[in-house]
């Protein structure tokens, strides 16, 4: 196991932008950007990220502009939800620069969260997940074999 450290801050870089990829298609992108968003939170805090300025968001959310910020990981670009000392000390970009564009990589989605969680030191939460009963939309359990049928109401 490294320490994470260890971890070139290439790969990382990779890492994040892979997730960032899939999360924009996933059907239910919550972790993945939760990931994203905290292994960005701790390369700042160990000052191997840097924070580059606000962007307005290409994706207004309720049709009010809101910003991100724009932060680089080795030569990578990355936006995370600000938070509200980065108004006060960053330059506003205005809007979403198009300069900012990340080289293509190709790295599996498992790969990138394998090194991320690594990074963030993250467990998936235990669960004992007993076999899923099976279950369809056609299947009706059989009454037969029942003691009565049609059951009756039994008061007690």
């Known amino acids: 196991m490294h320490n994470k450290q260890d971890i070139p801050l290439i790969d ?5 932008y892979t997730i960032n990829r899939h999360a924009k298609t996933a059907p239910e ?7 994203k968003k905290e292994s960005i939170k701790r390369l700042l805090e160990e ?3 840097e924070k580059i ?9 309720f049709s009010n502009q809101h910003s991100t910020l724009l932060v680089k990981v080795d030569q990578y670009y990355f936006h995370i939800p600000p938070a509200k000392e980065d108004f006060k000390e960053l330059e506003h970009l205005g809007s979403l ?3 900012y564009r990340n080289p293509q990589t190709k790295m599996s989605l498992s790969q990138a969260k394998r090194i991320i969680y690594q ?4 467990q998936p939460k235990k669960t004992r997940s007993k076999p899923k009963e099976y279950t369809s939309s056609y299947f009706t359990p059989s ?14």
């Open 12 to 16: 990382l870089a990779k890492a994040i």
């Open 29 to 35: 992108p919550a972790h993945l950007y939760f990931i």
């Open 47 to 49: 000052k191997r990220a």
């Open 53 to 61: 300025g606000l962007h307005f968001s290409d994706h207004p959310k």
């Open 97 to 99: 620069d198009q300069n």
């Open 119 to 122: 990074y963030i030191n993250w």
């Open 143 to 156: 009454s037969l074999g029942k003691m009565e049928w049609p059951p009756k109401k039994t008061f007690r």
